[in-house]
């Protein structure tokens, strides 16, 4: 019998007294994580903001991203009340119905505020760090970028704590169900922000690479480059907000999988504990955010570093104090365990210790391994940067030779963590999914540090850009944000590889949560229905599995590849209007006529939000498709194959992406010619290549398999009520299952049928002569 259906054996599981106490001070420390947030903020504000010139460059790239984040949230308002509608109609009892509705929109807005908020400060922040560079030095200038990423961190885990601990105070025993909604809110939410933000920016990057460093042999940034404006505006809206509304959601989601697990495990502590470890994080993130302060002669990567380091050692300390101290000494003791679970031996603290501090090392090793497949001081890029002597084609091969190694690295290392977690449970497998949960929230209390150093990375890719731009930096302050830069872009790189572990084991504890929400419809069907059926959920090797196995699979590619002709056809409109300027504005090439950057920008908002609906779509609509077409068992196999084939996708794309990115910094270091030689070139197409390999598909796959799986969590009653008991209704099945495929299938024929590349110069354009 299934360890769910023994767990709903216990002992009700209620929350009073010294729980709700608890919980309500994990609120409070969500309200002090938000107070830090504004405390920082004010701190970045304060700094100056440099000369006229770089303040109107600046400017130019805060109207761009706002317009941007205005229209995108325009135009997911509606999907997000029809979604809202939609959750009414599941099964359930009502009050659940209604409170996971309304929380689906709290966990979509705060989701989006998060986003608005990164991108909001962070492009008030870049003039700011170029002008610390140029006027008071390099510790100055650090510490702006930093404490901007500090801010958003805080927010993060703030809003986030806020959230679940509300949801706990208000529904208690209830409350994983109602989550589901606030964490399916926060992931859908944080999927468009990462697709569209991914399309915006790769679009404008590509566009302007192509035709500014190949076609015309000009430097990045440079202002007669239509394209630049935007390319900073994307670095914001794809880089800052959606990132931040990925961890969030991973945070969000996260929780909802550890409750759901934990009030099935451990009782009433099992929905407490859960929210200790992340609140704790938030205490530590603060210590790690003032720690960063660089030493003289020391790499800004190692300062970084140490503050990571710094919060990762005290959260695991701090958990393992938590453990002992609220948590019985024996199973027995857990009040509303099941009984299962009380006959076991052995100490439950040592359980939810091992587990977080496991997360927390796992977090640590995946910052170390992907900073060596991706670092700049290591063998890996730089035997890519080798490879540009050769030229493209070599470069590209190497590059994407590196990320299908390093998948299987990282995947077997995220492999290796949750079956460590999954043995820790000690043979009960309730408690062993419980330990994967635990060690997902331990990986979170390092994600106010690790959204700080992601945001490091575009707030000084801006400031070069800007310094660049205006042409009022130079000498010391050129070469210290020339160094931020070059930190910033590892920092990207090592955070993809964290959220990638992190969706990894949201979405595995989803999976056990999943099986969670079957096992209690069965249950409402009947016994003799839950008994029999349970039998055929643990059947892994029939046929139907296996195909939704394949379909689960199979759905990431197909993802991954609009996600990268989205991007290929945005790209080319970009192109063919920079082409257009450089040809009919005179003067351009000497610098006598100006770009119409607001065109470009344009360009890559309305291309970006048209191609939202098709991944989106595909994400809600395939697994409702397998769940109602073929069953509660192929929709199990359809979410193992989605997580085993996204966990390799998202780690190959982004370790290929990251490496082509930084063999092409290598060479515009002075290695194998310097920058405008044959080598350079060949590392620009590399790059180019991967920037919506790192940029848009892999880390949309993160928030991609947590949706898949919440929303297979959110129909799973539904669909045992249609499929087996007194209410079983087979064509009303099938239809649903049909009408999901239709919507798949003509959101994929729409996306096809849209032109290679936009533009008005398609025919006319095709070998444009060069300028200059």
């Known amino acids: ?196 933000g991914g399309i915006f920016t790769k679009a404008a990057d590509v566009g302007a690479d192509l035709v500014g460093k190949v076609e015309q042999n000009i430097p990045e940034d440079d202002p007669r480059n239509a394209a630049t404006i935007a390319d900073n505006v994307g670095d914001n809206v794809g880089d800052c907000a959606g990132m931040a509304a990925d961890l969030f959601e991973s945070y969000a989601v996260m929780l909802v999988a550890a409750l759901i697990l934990g009030k099935a495990a451990f009782g009433s502590q099992g929905l407490v504990y859960p929210l200790i470890v992340p609140a704790l994080g938030a205490i530590t993130a603060v210590a790690g955010v003032y720690f960063t302060r660089p030493r003289t002669g020391e790499n800004g990567l190692k300062t970084i570093n140490r503050s990571f380091y710094i919060s990762a050692v005290l959260s695991a300390v701090l958990c393992a104090v938590a453990a002992f101290l609220y948590l019985p000494s024996s199973f027995a003791g857990l009040a509303g365990a099941p009984a299962d679970v009380a006959r076991l031996g052995g100490d439950p603290r040592l359980v939810a210790a091992g587990a977080v501090i496991l997360g927390i090392v796992l977090a640590a090793v995946i910052l170390t391994l992907t900073g060596y497949f991706t670092g700049t001081e290591h063998r890996p890029v730089k035997d890519v940067g080798k490879t540009s002597l050769t030229g493209a084609a070599t470069v590209i091969l190497s590059g994407f030779a590196l990320g299908l190694e390093s998948a299987v690295y990282t995947a077997l290392v995220i492999g290796a963590a949750v079956y460590a977690a999954f043995l820790i449970g000690g043979g009960s497998v309730i408690v062993s999914l419980f330990a994967i949960a635990l060690a997902g929230c331990g990986l979170l209390t390092t994600v106010g540090v690790i959204v700080a150093m992601d945001t490091f990375g575009p707030v000084s890719d801006n400031a070069q850009g800007i310094a660049e731009m205006s042409g009022d930096v130079d000498g010391d302050g050129a070469r210290i944000l020339t160094e931020l830069d070059a930190v910033g872009n590892t920092t990207k790189a090592i955070t993809k590889g964290i959220a990638i572990a992190t969706a990894v084991l949201a979405a595995t504890a989803l999976f056990g949560s999943f099986n969670d929400a079957v096992s209690g419809a069965l249950t409402s069907a009947g016994a003799q229905v839950s008994a029999t059926t349970t039998a055929f959920l643990r059947t892994v090797d029939a046929p139907n599995v296996l195909v939704g196995v394949i379909i689960g699979a199979a759905v990431v590619f197909l993802f991954s590849g609009l996600a990268v002709s989205a991007v290929g056809r945005a790209a080319g409109a970009v192109v063919y209007e920079v082409r257009r300027q450089f040809r009919e504005i005179p003067g351009i090439m000497e610098g006598t006529g100006k770009p119409e950057y607001g065109r470009v920008v344009d360009i890559c908002t309305r291309d970006s939000l048209n191609e939202l609906a098709t991944p989106g779509l595909l994400a809600a609509m395939a697994p409702i498709a397998v769940g109602f077409g073929l069953g509660v068992g192929p929709l199990a196999g359809y979410l193992a194959g989605a997580i085993a084939a996204g966990t390799l996708m998202a780690i190959l794309l982004a370790n290929s992406g990251g490496s082509w990115d930084n063999a092409k910094k290598l060479v515009e270091d002075g290695n194998h010619g310097g920058k405008g030689s044959q080598a350079h070139e060949a590392t620009v197409i590399g790059d180019t290549v991967g920037d919506p390999f790192k940029d848009t598909a892999g880390p949309a796959i993160n928030p991609l398999i947590k949706v898949m799986n919440l929303v297979a969590v959110l129909i799973a009653p539904a669909i045992v009520q249609l499929s087996v008991g007194d209410n079983a209704n087979t064509p009303l099945r099938v239809g649903i299952a049909v009408a999901a495929v239709l919507v798949v299938v003509a959101a994929v024929t729409i996306s096809k049928r849209r032109p290679i590349a936009i533009g008005a110069e398609q025919e006319e354009d095709k070998h444009p002569a060069k300028v200059g």
Request: hydrophobic share 55%; proline share 2%; net charge positive.
């Open 1 to 196: 019998m299934s360890a769910f259906l023994l767990a709903a054996e216990g002992e009700p599981v209620s929350l009073t007294g010294g729980n709700l106490t608890y919980v309500a001070v994990v609120a409070c420390i969500g309200v002090v994580a938000l107070i830090m947030a504004a405390v920082f903020r004010r701190e970045v504000l304060a700094a100056k903001e440099g000369t006229s010139n770089m303040q109107e460059i600046a400017k130019g790239v805060q109207e761009g991203a706002s317009a941007y984040l205005n229209r995108q949230f325009r135009t997911l308002a509606g999907f997000a009340v029809l979604v809202f509608l939609v959750l009414f109609l599941l099964p359930g009892d009502a009050n659940i119905r209604i409170g996971r509705s309304i929380f689906f929109l709290v966990g979509a807005v705060f989701s989006a505020l998060i986003g608005y908020m990164g991108m909001w400060l962070a492009v008030r922040a870049n003039v700011r760090v170029a002008a610390a560079a140029r006027d008071e030095g390099r510790e100055p200038a650090m510490k702006v970028a930093f404490r901007t990423g500090g801010t958003v961190g805080m927010a993060t885990v703030g809003l986030g704590l806020f959230g679940a601990a509300l949801v706990v105070l208000i529904y208690r025993s209830d409350a994983p169900s109602v989550l589901e909604g606030f964490g399916f809110g926060a992931a859908l939410l944080a999927m468009f922000m990462r697709v569209g």
